[in-house]
């Protein structure tokens, strides 16, 4: 739409958390220009700004990342996997939600299930998250969010009763 309507754009996307290459600096930075001049223009421009934030990035990561991408058999597999974690996430929400029913939290939670992604909102106020913290040694930041990607079958069900405690 954007190039129909006559815009120029950018695209950045990142690897870090999909291929798991945090500190990495793996990611692409696209732009779609008129014309090869202007994309010469364009990339000078941008090497100017680049230039003081880093000098020569890390190769490592972005070696793994085109390694797997270039590869159809491995590009299979990585989606496979990255599919099956996804899943994962999504079955651990709704496991923290139907525990936290089971211990009779009348709270709708449905916003734990709802997002989506590694992290969740819980709507925990800091004064509950500090009393997890303290009463159950339940670590998440102060605003509540946390790492669904941490919640396992061994420790959701101390999570929910941690957060159904301190809700009520």
């Known amino acids: 739409m954007f190039l129909k309507d006559g815009h120029n754009v950018g695209i950045a996307q990142s690897f870090a958390k999909n291929f798991g290459l945090y500190g990495e600096r793996v990611?692409?930075?696209?732009?779609?220009?008129?014309?090869?001049?202007?994309?010469?223009?364009?990339?000078?421009?941008?090497?100017?700004?680049?230039?003081?934030?880093y000098s020569n990035p890390p190769i490592y990561g972005a070696r793994i990342v085109s390694t797997i991408l270039g590869d159809p058999q491995l590009t299979a597999k990585w989606r496979v996997e990255v599919d099956n974690m996804a899943k994962r996430i999504i079955t651990m929400r709704e496991t923290l939600v139907s525990n936290l029913k089971q211990l009779g939290s009348k709270k709708d939670w449905s916003h734990i299930t709802n997002q989506i992604g590694m992290f969740s909102y819980t709507g925990l106020k800091p004064e509950q998250v500090e009393k997890m913290t303290k009463d159950y040694h339940v670590y998440l930041v102060k605003n509540g969010r946390i790492s669904c990607a941490g919640i396992t079958t061994h420790n959701v069900g101390h999570l929910a009763k941690a957060m159904h405690e301190v809700t009520k």
Do not use: D, H
Request: glycine share 4%; proline share 4%; aromatic share 8%.
């Open 27 to 53: 990611g692409s930075l696209t732009f779609v220009t008129e014309n090869q001049q202007e994309a010469e223009k364009f990339e000078s421009q941008m090497k100017i700004l680049i230039r003081p934030m």
